[in-house]
């Protein structure tokens, strides 16, 4: 791409890449017109037509802040402060809903037998009345 006029600049943000812009790329911008900068490999001196993801952006920062704020998941287990108790009853929750999940399972196996012995009937019974025995 570099034959074609394109020219690399570094990021605004400082990130380190270099990036450039290409109104004939099908990523170049948005459906609303916004120009979106594309990653340039510095290695091959060409443009990679992949949408550079800084993470300097203001839109990374915001993901990153809101990722921080969020309340952290309460461990349980001696080092985060749970009891066995604790441990005890979600262990139980989860082998009662494996024991759930594997009659459903079962249950499900069945139904798809008795369709397909079904299935193979109606076959059986298709190729008799084409054999002229039904």
């Known amino acids: 791409m570099a034959s074609s006029g ?48 800084c993470p300097n ?27 066995h108790e604790e441990i005890l009853r979600r262990l139980d929750r989860i082998d009662k809903s494996i024991m759930e999940i594997t009659q459903s399972l079962a249950k499900f196996a069945k139904y798809l037998e008795g369709n397909q012995r079904m299935a193979d009937s109606d076959a059986r019974y298709d190729q008799d009345k084409e054999d002229g025995f039904a």
Request: include cysteine; glycine fraction near 10%.
């Open 57 to 83: 952006s203001r839109y990374a920062q915001q993901q990153q802040q809101q990722t921080t704020q969020q309340q952290p998941v309460r461990p349980i287990g001696p080092a985060g402060g749970g009891d």
């Open 6 to 53: 394109i020219r690399p600049k570094p990021c605004k943000n400082n990130c380190g890449a270099n990036i450039y812009f290409d109104a004939r790329s099908a990523i170049g911008k948005t459906p609303e017109g916004k120009w979106v900068p594309l990653l340039w490999d510095d290695e091959q001196d060409i443009g990679t037509d992949t949408p550079h993801q």
